[in-house]
């Protein structure tokens, strides 16, 4: 076995690899940015090392000072972890030319499944279904246009160089196709540097169903069985599970063998995913699966195949770079139970998904010996705009795939987390939507179901209610904790005849006659002075000023207002500021237009992704500072909307 392992790699996945690492007595090696400097993953290694600024292309992306690092602590391994320099067959040559270990397959296999067009020849040549499409050499507009004429309406490009669901365009008709093709291309030269196309069916009701491959240095590949991965947005995926729903054994029997069979391809060591597409308007069916491209690493979603098969994947992958053969033979492993994941991003589904950037000052997910917590934050992190906005994984395992999503979609609402917003709201409707528990999802399902997905963003009655009962039992005093109790209230100087109940549930009040708490929360006030009738089930958490109310997986911040006076209505001004770091790619407005609340007004490129900053209200755009392929810092005003009066 390795003695020490550097992790190159930061966040959720490298805690999990140094978890793993320290079970197996291996001693651990971080390394970190300047953003990353107080993070978990650095704390919780044996040593860490700093590589550079923030920018991952300043740190995390720089091969020769992460193997410097590891010279310099007298690593003997190099973990890569995913994204970053997990697939980059350059940086896993260079790691064993300076004679460390690399934890992943050899540079060749990386290689021969980098490029999508290059890897679909060889799994071609090599027996596997592969989505019908052209993979050809002449990437001229002419000839791109008659493939996809002769493929068939509708169709999807695709950067060869393509990942992370970045660099495709769907085309549903002909004459939509060359501006689609440029957009493409354009996204692919600022992505991926490299801007060849392939072109694919388009497959309808399209079911992502991958299958955990993994092989040892002696020749043996296994598979771990599929996972469904269709819940996506955007082609990101969201919610995975294990095993996929509506999979019979003879189908399973089939695609697996398919995915054995392309590793074998390449010969293959370490942990792989061979990704399908499959169409599954009449069910899963084994002659309508095609290969779509395999990841030559571990995946995000690992721990839902874990679950279900009872193995630890971190721990296969450091006993194969050992040398070791592979913990278990094909007919050892079996599928026990149901295992499914969410992921928990820093973002705002209420406003379009916009990353969400900011100091954890309230943080606690998971609180479940039944949930499985992937994180690489604390509270008290910081979530900087430097890297992706996953924040956490949840995962539930459970008998049935109904008591699974249950069990997630109910961490998932008693998840609190804020200033940063994040999605668990959203997951938690999506986990207990009908058709989700039907098994009827296809990777249209998020953006079907966005309307009773997405939240308002704005706290119910119930819960502004409740930060006021919270506030005035602050200024009151604890009395204990009894589980219900009561008292006579006194607010200073004069007394105040009312009575506040106290239950587990939440707050519950009877005044007489009304009283008034003040609040504000993102510029608007709101003045309480209403009896509670019926108690919701809501929790407060109350910090100096800050009262947070967490209701079914939304997290709301309200400040006390300490005076008693009138409140001045701070209208909302419509300035519309740059909420991170990054460039602006599109200005969809100019100035003097009338725009109406929830038009897009400008795009911003940040946090590897595109989102679109919209208009808070009806109005007039009365200034506008944004500049097409501007770079823009966090704060900036971009745009400012006058109220229409
Ligand atoms: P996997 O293929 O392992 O399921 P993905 O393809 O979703 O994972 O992600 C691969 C890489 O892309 C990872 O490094 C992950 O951090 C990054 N990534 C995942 N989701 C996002 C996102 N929403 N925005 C930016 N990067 C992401
Ligand atoms: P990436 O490298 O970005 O992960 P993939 O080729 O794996 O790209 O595709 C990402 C997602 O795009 C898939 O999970 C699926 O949702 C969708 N997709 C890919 N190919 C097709 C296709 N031919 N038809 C329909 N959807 C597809
Ligand atoms: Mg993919």
Redesign the pocket.
Known sequence: MLTSLLIANR?E?ACRIIRTARALGIRTIAVYSDADANALHVRQADEAVHIGASPARESYLVGDRIIAAAKQTGAAAIHP????L?ENADFAQAVLDAGLIWVGPNPDSIRAMGLKDAAKQRMIAAGVPVTPGYLGEDQSPERLKMEADAIGYPVLIKAVAG???KGMRRVDTATEFVDSLVSCQREAASSFGNTDVLIEKYILSPRHI?VQVFGDSHGNVVHLFERD?SLQ??H??VI?EAPAPGMDAATREAICAAAVKAAKAVDYVGAG?I?FIADASEGLRADRIWFMEM?T??????PVTEEITGQDLVEWQLRVASGEPLPKRQDELSIDGWAIEA?L?A?DPASGFL?SIGKLDFFSIGESHLIRTETGVALGSEISPF????IAKLISHGRSRDSAAYGLANACRNSIVAPVKTNAAFLARALSSADFLLGTIDTGFIANHEAELVGSGEPSAAAIECAAMAVLHDEMGDAGSVQLWQYEARRQPEPYPGSVWRSLAGFRMAAEPRIRVALTRDGSTFVVDRVVEKSAMLSTIIKDDRILVADMGESYLFTRLRSDGVMAGAAADGAILSPMPGRIIAVNVAAGDTVTKGQKLVTLEA???EHSLTAPFDGVVADLNAVEGGQVTEGTMLVRIEKDS
Do not use: A
């Open positions: 966040g996945i972890g995913y994204g970053f997990s990942g992370g669901g991958e991965c947005r955007r990101q995926k995975e995913t990704e990841n690493r571990l995946q995000v979603e690992h992921r991003y973002e990353p890297y992706d906005p996953m946090m590897k992704m």
